[in-house]
């Protein structure tokens, strides 16, 4: 009886922590791109250019080209998440605060991340300005 028990304790935690482990498709993207805007906010480049779709990495690059030389970023947080499931699209929307070292004046932007699943990946395929000051 006691074997049994102990049996039964066993599969239980066995599967609760099997569902943990498991992150599906939502879990997913909210993770990955939490991580390539943190990179993205410290400099972490060689983590974040992993992240966007080659086709759309020059437009990417040069919208961010003064990050960490003339701009500082104070924080990045996601603002908003729409994800098509089956389309297995979505857009994060970012504020970004900001500011350039030579001014000292603090700015906030918006931007629109457009991302897509490829063979399972999260991958950032373009990114536009929306609204506040343009870096």
């Not at 304790?9 to 498991?22: D, E, Q, R, Y």
Request: some cysteine; aromatic content about 12%.
């Amino acid at each position: 009886m006691i074997n049994r028990i102990v049996w039964m304790v066993f599969a239980m935690a066995f599967t609760a922590a099997s569902c943990g482990l498991a992150e599906g498709p939502r879990q997913k993207l909210k993770h990955t791109a939490l991580n390539f805007n943190e990179g993205l906010r410290w400099g972490r480049y060689s983590e974040v250019y992993t992240r966007v779709d080659p086709k759309a990495l020059d437009d990417f690059m040069e919208m961010h080209k003064d990050w960490g030389s003339e701009i500082r970023i104070e924080n990045a947080e996601m603002v908003r998440f729409v994800v098509d499931e089956k389309a297995e699209k979505a857009s994060i929307v970012v504020s970004f605060t900001w500011y350039r070292i030579t001014e000292m004046v603090v700015h906030d932007t918006m931007t629109v991340q457009h991302w897509e699943r490829r063979e399972g990946e999260w991958m950032m395929i373009a990114e536009e300005y929306q609204s506040g000051t343009p870096f």
